[in-house]
């Protein structure tokens, strides 16, 4: 596609439940990345995938988050046990490389009640 | 550990004004430094990109400046439209801490017509 997907764009849950959230990056696009971004703050680094590896994972707040894009591609984020913190919208960027500019999906809102 | 602030928070002018963001870095040792655009309820869209070597960025009335050593960037808008009302975040890419990006809290943009 011409850009960035995540999918779902919306997503309720209750609390402890299990959620995954998809984002398809940019064809070619080597890097991509997760952030996380609550009301009225900028977005806040999870992770850093180069290819298959996650070259930084030093964001994810906790053992709950997972993330992995086993074919260097699609990469899935997994939140386990959600808590009501969780709630937030998560972006996913990707970028040709890893010092080249980054373009943005349009997120998935995740609220967790 | 990386702090990147903006000023001011918050800014309303009327059309046509020429107007100037700050954004401050606390780290110097930067690969690169990203201004983006966010539209209520919308991802982020890229405005420019200046690599730590470079001093300026320019595309249509937009021009970014770096200043490396100070920690300092501003992004002028020229001839400002109602177009142009968003939220305006600036983040830097660090060399220390991996590949992830830091980012500023953001300044909203209110352009009157």
Redesign the interface.
Known sequence: GAG?SQTPSNKVTEKGKYVELRCDPISGHT?L?W?RQSL??????LI?F?GTGA??D??LPNDRFFAVRPEGSVSTLKIQRTERGDSAVY?C?SSLS??????????TRLTVL | KQE?TQIPAALSVPEGENLVLNCSFTDSAI??L?W?RQDPG?????LL?I?SSQREQTSGRLNASLDKSSGRSTLYIAASQPGDSATY?C?V?QVD??????????TRLSVLP
């Not at chain 1, 009225?40 to 680094?45: D, K, L």
């Not at chain 1, 010092?99 to 943005?104: G, I, L, T, V």
């Not at chain 2, 801490?97 to 953001?106: A, E």
């Open positions: 960035v890097a990345y952030y009225g703050q900028g977005p806040e680094f850093y180069q070259a930084d030093s964001g972006l960027a890893g010092n080249n500019e980054q373009f943005f999906g349009p997120g | 990147v690969y690169n990203q983006f919308k991802g982020l869209t890229s990109l690599q975040l983040a890419r801490y991996g590949q992830n990006f830091v980012f500023g809290p953001g």
